[in-house]
């Protein structure tokens, strides 16, 4: 299933692509959300039966890119029930994602979410060690909900998925050039079993713009972002410590020195950009 076999992706264009990153803008009234994927995104642990538009359509997207059999979908709400009891509902570093998809014993775990151009660097950190902090659960037998569901399969690969939405106002480089520092930084300690994929979905037109970015009494949410998510701001320091958990003990302490930067060789053209 791709893309170009539906008539309704016509509103979705491809503006850049690279091995990590694709940049895509959107507008109109965006693309038909499947009922299988309402269902799934409307079962949310903070707003159940509710569903949030640009998850909706993530989800989507993100489920029309992957190959394979033996589909399973599991959203917010089944990874809140179980890691509330196998990890406590208030540990640290508990993190759910917005929904997964596994084929072929293969893990897709998303995170969806707004960038305000004033939180750009801290909030993506955020998001990035949260949805590492899922990884590491799932690879742990004794908190995973892949484990739980497939007690006699085996986890091949973790794949993680971030959709990040930006307004039409917002400059897509600026994104762009956080993402290139945090990935650069964290590449050479990301564990074989684990990849990651940044999607940017910047929204074109007051459809979108109404649809994405209107609170319920109308209020803007770039120009206006939850107090909240500046007090919960990360540093790509916390994403390199959330890493060393799928490592051994002796490798830690090179880990978290710098001095590993230097070594790093990268083939993507992304980050050879100016």
């Known amino acids: 299933m791709t893309i170009e076999e539906h008539s309704y992706w016509e509103n979705l264009k491809k503006n850049y692509t690279s091995n990590i990153l694709k940049v895509y803008s959107l507008e109109g009234e965006g693309i038909t959300i499947p009922p299988k994927i309402r269902c799934i995104v409307e079962d949310s642990a903070r707003c159940y039966k509710s569903m949030d538009f640009t998850e909706g359509i993530s989800f989507t997207h993100c489920i029309s890119q992957i190959k ?36 072929d014993e293969n893990i897709h775990l998303i995170s969806v979410f ?17 949805l590492l902090h899922v990884a590491s659960a799932e ?9 739980y ?34 990935h650069r930084i964290i590449l050479k300690f990301i564990p074989d079993m684990i990849s990651i994929n940044f999607n940017i ?36 320091y916390d994403i390199k410590n959330v890493l060393t958990l799928f490592f051994e003990n002796d490798t830690v ?18 980050f050879n950009e100016s």
């Open 68 to 103: 394979g059999n033996n589909e399973t979908c599991n959203s917010e709400k089944e990874y809140q029930s179980l890691y509330n009891k196998r990890i406590g509902p208030l540990t640290s570093q508990k993190s759910i994602p917005d929904g997964s998809i596994t084929v």
């Open 149 to 182: 569901n497939f007690p006699d399969k085996t986890i091949k690969h973790i794949k993680l998925h971030f959709y990040i939405w930006i307004p039409e106002v917002t400059r897509v480089n600026k994104v762009k050039n956080v993402i290139k520092q945090i």
């Open 201 to 236: 979905f910047q929204t074109i037109g007051q459809k979108m713009e109404d649809s994405c970015w209107r609170s319920t009494c109308g209020m803007c949410i770039y120009h206006n972002p939850r107090p909240w998510k500046k007090s919960k701001l990360k540093k790509i």
């Open 253 to 270: 302490e090179y880990f978290l020195s710098d001095t590993f930067i230097n070594d790093v060789f990268f083939s993507d053209p992304f």
């Open 114 to 130: 707004r960038l305000s151009n004033k939180i750009i660097h801290g909030y993506l950190c955020r998001k990035v060690e949260k």
């Open 139 to 147: 690879y742990n037998k004794d908190t995973s909900l892949f484990y």
